[in-house]
């Protein structure tokens, strides 16, 4: 049974800072490329960062040089580091596992496909 639990969600005032955490059971998680995903009320869930099994990453463009992934894989854990916190940043954060990047046509870049595996959610709140 996949379990991604999340932490380290709060409030937080804009330009402030916060670290989410993900812990991984039920997968063998060095063999599983992760992403963070966020829902803000009455807007699509969309994708913030992702990380490869070897370390290559993936920033939503509103994200990029304000937050960054990484993974400790004796830990079993990804994190997100936010800084330079904005309002627009609230939302409630997910976990996911089982996804794969892939190279886009488009862009000729790859971009971080979810998998199946979410976890239940962390609430971010920057108040301006």
């Known amino acids: 049974q996949v379990q991604l639990v999340e932490s380290g969600g709060g409030l937080v005032q804009a330009g402030g800072s916060l670290r989410l955490s993900c812990a991984a059971s039920g997968i063998i998680f060095n063999l599983n490329a992760m992403g963070w995903y966020r829902q803000a009320p009455g807007k699509q869930r969309e994708l913030v960062a992702a990380?490869?099994?070897?370390?290559?990453?993936n920033y939503a463009d509103s994200v990029k040089g304000r937050f960054t992934i990484s993974r400790d894989n004796a830990k079993s854990t990804v994190y997100l580091q936010m800084n330079s916190l904005k309002p627009e940043d609230t939302a409630v954060y997910y976990c996911?596992?089982?996804?794969?990047?892939?190279?886009?046509?488009?862009?000729?870049?790859?971009?971080?496909?979810?998998?199946?595996?979410w976890g239940q959610g962390t609430q971010v709140t920057v108040s301006s």
């Open positions: 996911n596992a089982g996804g794969e990047f892939r190279l886009s046509s488009v862009t000729y870049s790859y971009t971080y496909v979810g998998g199946d595996y």
């Open positions: 990380i490869s099994t070897g370390g290559m990453t």
